[in-house]
């Protein structure tokens, strides 16, 4: 047999009907378990023609993970041939298919399109641009008065906030079911102003116009309408019901109501549903309407058999103990609010068997470093760098990760490392040098759109001078140019010369001729470029990228850069060159992200790059292992404890009140959905600990992607006011306390 099922997957293996939820710890084999389950059943279930076995999964590429799993079991195993007898869907291909079969009772044509997110992106943002220019006076409700006449909090920092705050409510919205329609109705019969409620509303409604102009619907449209679909057919209903009559559902603790309900209608009550998930590692309720209280309340359900996956052999046993006390912790946690939330809790993680195929790694508690040390953002850097340059060459044959978690803090590691020689790969949102040469094309149209700008055209000699950056002399050479440009009075005396030179009369051939020919090669690049200006916005990208880039793969991202632009443009007919500077400055700045920029949905594989340091977030790290682990900047504004002295991202600096919008619009929307009075900021303080769970969670999913050996650190932050996370300094006195015991 390829698969040697432990104990505990044993007993999920005997499963032979009914519903059962199981809850799976990090690194216990659950998609071997639940791929061969679905392979089993596939051999030993009668099934009539037209059935079929379906697995339901969270993400795309875990489709193709668990159809090549079944393809070899059923091979290998049950010597039959794959792809017979089942299918893989993640929720949102599911309910389109649902969808596409009945668009007219929900209201839809039948070549009814799907916006992409960058898409439906775009078409919230045009919304909130409207509102924003509509009601010039929003801001002053919610600003702080210290910050009342603050340039980048009325602009940029406003803009930002409604557009999140109106994400969120619409987001939520559609997981109530309700139209910007229905929605209306509510706010307009309920006894009390609910500003913020308002103004998410009049967004929700130009973006819901916006999709029915296009003929169009979201990916949370798309969930909604299918359980609507199953609602209004019952007939379709009960086919559907009949052509899978087991459901196989993946990834259960990242389930929200909708596609709970979905998946509740297609089962039946006399059907065939296991739920798979592990509560524990529950880490986008903030970017969705997930909830792990879904799971965990299936599985206490009359009838619902419960069981485990507690064994894994991933980590040492060291480190499983560390992930342990993490649970046991958080279920003694100080702030009683946060503990009766309950962030985490049991099963806790147990080793392997004796014998096991897969068993632990051999112990190494000296490999668990907990680093007390208070350390600037720079120290920390430079901390991990240097512990890096001692372990890479003795470790060639082993896999290595810096885990983050945000995104944006990914840029500075990444510039570290290659200041630092050390071989890496970046698994973020968009690898940083795809994002210099989306910068650099930034530049370029900006420069377009203002010709005659001297800053512009200084900035642009930069960008045409980039692949001679590294050596010290002639970077102070490019500055000093840079410099020289940027003092002209006319640009036009230097691109297009008729009474005034500038090139002779700055720089005479005479005296300087090396520099002259230079500056007059410089003067054709930019006139062609000028050219160019009026062609389509794709073909522009490509002229310009066909004379600066000489890499394969700067080629391939000014590529998909252009293409993405041109997609916009067709979208948007009326965007300019200052709407696709600002859009590749937004995706150069990881705002903004396209299929060109490393933040697809493909597997990504750390035995791939062994001997290769990986830089990556603990969102994007989830389901992944390495062998040495470094958690960087594990402070109390990254992991707050709902402390009153925390900071947390969703309180933005320049609104009253340290009020979360986002928190506070979703309140009001559950005010007119239960009839309930609204009271500001309750909202607030329970978004805190709401956040405070999640991130134990994900410093939990941290912790169990090393496998033999993890470093934590923390940093005091940009102003130098962040403290360590109570939960390492937790972590780390009960560690010393272990250490000093054994």
């Not at 209306?184 to 509303?201: Q, S, W």
């Not at 299936?298 to 060291?318: H, I, Y």
């Not at 702030?335 to 939330?341: F, G, P, T």
């Not at 090669?521 to 160019?532: D, G, N, T």
Request: charged letters at 25%; a negative charge.
């Amino acid at each position: 047999m390829t698969f040697k099922p432990r104990p505990a997957q044993r007993e999920v293996l005997s499963y032979t009907g009914g519903w059962m939820g199981v809850a799976a710890v990090p690194g216990s084999g659950k998609t071997a378990t639940l791929s061969y389950l679905a392979a089993r059943l596939v051999a030993t279930v009668e099934l009539r023609d037209g059935q079929e076995i379906l697995i339901v999964t969270l993400v795309k590429s875990a489709v193709g993970n668990f159809a090549a799993a079944m393809a070899r079991y059923l091979k290998e195993e049950f010597n039959l041939l794959p792809g017979i007898g089942y299918r893989v869907r993640t929720l949102h291909s599911l309910a389109n298919d649902i969808v596409r079969e009945r668009p007219g009772l929900v209201g839809l044509a039948d070549n009814f399109n799907v916006l992409s997110e960058r898409e439906a992106d775009d078409l919230l943002q045009d919304a909130v641009e409207t509102w924003i220019k509509v009601h010039p006076d929003a801001p002053n409700a919610w600003l702080k008065d210290e910050q009342f006449d603050h340039r980048s909090a009325r602009g940029d920092g406003w803009r930002d906030a409604v557009k999140s705050m109106a994400n969120t409510f619409i987001r939520q919205a559609k997981d109530y079911q309700l139209s910007a329609a229905e929605t209306r109705r509510r706010l307009d019969r309920f006894g009390m102003a609910l500003p913020l409620a308002e103004i998410c509303l009049s967004i929700y409604e130009q973006y819901e116009r916006g999709l029915r102009y296009r003929g169009a619907v979201d990916f949370q449209d798309l969930i909604r309408l299918a359980l609507r679909v199953l609602d209004l057919d019952s007939h379709y209903l009960v086919r559907l019901q009949d052509r899978w009559g087991y459901i196989l559902e993946d990834e259960a603790q990242d389930s929200s109501l909708l596609q709970e309900q979905i998946l509740r209608r297609l089962v039946g009550e006399m059907g065939n549903w296991v739920r798979v998930g592990d509560p524990n590692q529950a880490i986008f309720e903030t970017f969705t309407t997930a909830n792990p209280k879904y799971l965990r309340a299936f599985m206490t359900e009359p009838g619902v058999q419960a069981r485990t996956l507690p064994n894994s052999g991933r980590s040492t046993k060291s480190i499983i103990a560390l992930a342990n006390r993490l649970i046991a912790w958080s279920l003694e946690h100080p702030v009683e609010a946060v503990r009766a939330r309950m962030p985490l809790a049991p099963p806790y993680i147990e080793p392997t068997p004796p014998d096991d195929p897969q068993g632990n790694p051999p112990d190494q508690p000296d490999k668990v470093i907990l680093w007390g040390k208070k350390l600037t953002a720079d120290e920390e850097r430079g901390a991990i760098i240097e512990s890096l340059k001692r372990w890479l060459p003795e470790n060639q044959d082993k896999t290595v990760a810096v885990l983050l978690p945000i995104n944006s803090a990914g840029a500075a590691m990444v510039k570290a490392l290659r200041e630092a020689g050390i071989p890496h790969v970046e698994n973020l949102r968009s690898t940083s040098g795809a994002r210099a040469v989306v910068g650099a094309l930034a530049l370029l149209l900006d420069y377009l759109d203002h010709p005659l700008d001297a800053a512009s055209l200084a900035r642009v000699y930069a960008v045409w001078r980039r692949d001679a950056r590294g050596d010290e002399d002639v970077e102070r050479g490019i500055r000093q140019v840079s410099d020289l440009l940027r003092m002209i009075p006319y640009v036009e005396d230097f691109l297009a010369p008729r009474t005034s030179n500038w090139l002779e009369e700055a720089v005479p051939y005479s005296d300087q001729p090396i520099l002259h020919e230079h500056l007059a090669q410089f003067r054709a690049w930019v006139r062609r470029w000028s050219s160019a200006v009026d062609l389509p916005i794709d073909q522009l990208i490509l002229t310009m990228a066909g004379d600066l880039f000489v890499l394969e793969t700067e080629i391939a991202t000014a590529y998909n850069a252009a293409l993405h632009l041109r997609r916009l443009a067709e979208f948007n007919p009326l965007m300019r060159l200052p709407d696709f500077a600002k859009e590749l400055r937004d995706i150069a700045e990881g705002k903004r992200s396209f299929s060109g920029m490393g933040d697809d949905d493909d597997a990504f594989d750390p035995e791939r790059h062994k001997g290769e340091v990986t830089v990556t977030t603990m969102h994007k790290a989830k389901g992944l292992e390495w062998d040495r682990v470094y958690l960087m900047s594990v402070s109390n504004y990254d992991y707050p404890s709902a402390d009153p002295f925390d900071t947390f991202i969703g309180e933005k600096w320049f609104i009253r009140d340290s009020l979360n919008l986002d928190a506070e619009a979703s309140a009001q929307l559950e005010s007119l959905v239960s009839g309930a009075a609204y009271v500001e900021r309750v909202a607030t303080e329970k978004a805190r600990v709401d956040y405070a769970a999640e991130r134990l969670r994900l410093l939990y999913v941290g912790i169990t992607r090393a496998r033999s050996e993890l470093i934590i650190t923390w940093n005091t932050g940009r102003r130098g006011e962040q403290v360590e996370a109570r939960p390492l300094a937790a972590l780390r006195g009960w560690w010393a306390e272990q250490r000093g015991n054994a």
